[in-house]
């Protein structure tokens, strides 16, 4: 449930940009469920405009810069929707507010066909134009031919100098991460280097006011399409229309959505480097690893 805060939270960056738009905050914030870095805020001025604030202290100087850049990126014809970006500072993202909407009746049809259309955007070489970031992480993307070793080199193996990667890892964990990316050719096919969102689980889904599909928070890359799919069954299964609608789209090899639990590895690592052995980060790649390695 949204928690009532007050204007004390916001950064004095995020009211001076307000002042110089002649906005002034009015009524209660709205503190937003979202992901484990930003605070995300709901904010009313007087004209009676919503806002969504994204807000940290504590963090990279040109995070949200390149999040800025990923949302606009992600601005395409047929795709899902993205808000707009009114302002970006070091600490704060100021934000369209999407509204807080009822799916549609055809919400997961729609989301699925979109993000289908997404991944028809391919390119010759995997990764981006430049590095971005996953939580507090620096989600590198070198530009590579090989997706196989893109995945193992960007998606896996990075995290293994990677804070608390560095001390809770064992010498046995490190082998059988090796020993699953050299896996990797016989356990994924080659997928072509396709527009992703990055972060597709579903605490970066939203619904618009007239109940259609949009998302946040990116991490834009050119990466297979299978891997940004996992993201959608990583934490909360998205609805079986969704996979349904995409598969309409038949760009895929057959056996998909059997192999999106491989993908998980990224983000249960990403977990393991954030918060060590929390949140049973450490059991859970293990786990994988039993299965995978």
């Known amino acids: 449930m949204p928690v009532m805060t007050d204007a004390r939270i916001l950064p004095s960056s995020l009211h001076s940009y307000l002042a110089s738009q002649n906005e002034t905050l009015t009524g209660e914030i709205m503190q937003l469920q979202g992901g484990a870095i930003s605070t ?24 949200y810069e390149k999040e800025t850049a990923g949302l606009r990126a992600l601005e395409l014809s047929q795709c899902p929707r993205v808000p707009e970006v009114y302002a970006v500072g070091r600490d704060y993202l100021l934000l369209e507010d999407l509204g807080s909407g009822e799916r549609s009746a ?46 193992a080199q960007a998606r896996v193996l990075r995290f293994l100098t990677l804070w608390q990667c560095t001390t809770v890892l064992t010498t046995e964990d490190r082998r059988r991460l090796g020993s699953f990316c ?6 994924v ?43 959608t069954t990583q934490y909360e299964h998205f609805d079986d229309r969704f996979y349904d609608a995409y598969d309409e ?45």
């Open 106 to 151: 055809t919400y997961w049809e729609e989301f699925g066909h979109q993000v289908a259309l997404l991944h028809s955007h391919t390119q010759p070489l995997f990764g981006y134009n430049h590095d971005n970031y996953l939580g507090r992480a620096i989600q590198q993307n070198p530009r590579l031919a090989d997706g196989h070793a893109f995945f």
């Open 40 to 63: 995300t805020l709901r904010l009313e001025v007087d004209s009676g405009r919503h806002y969504v604030a994204k807000c940290l202290n504590d963090v990279p100087n040109d995070i």
């Open 189 to 231: 096919p080659d997928q072509p280097a396709a527009l992703c969102h990055g972060d597709l689980w579903h605490g970066n889904i939203a619904i618009t006011d007239a109940g259609a599909p949009a998302y946040l928070d990116p991490a834009v890359h050119y990466g297979w399409p299978e891997a940004d799919l996992g993201m």
């Open 249 to 293: 789209a038949g760009t895929l090899e057959p056996g998909w959505r059997d192999r999106l639990e491989i993908y998980h590895i990224k983000e249960i690592l990403s977990m393991v480097a954030h918060f060590g052995e929390k949140y049973d980060s450490l059991i859970k790649l293990r786990a994988f690893l039993d299965r995978y390695a």
């Open 182 to 187: 050299a896996r990797l050719p016989d356990l």
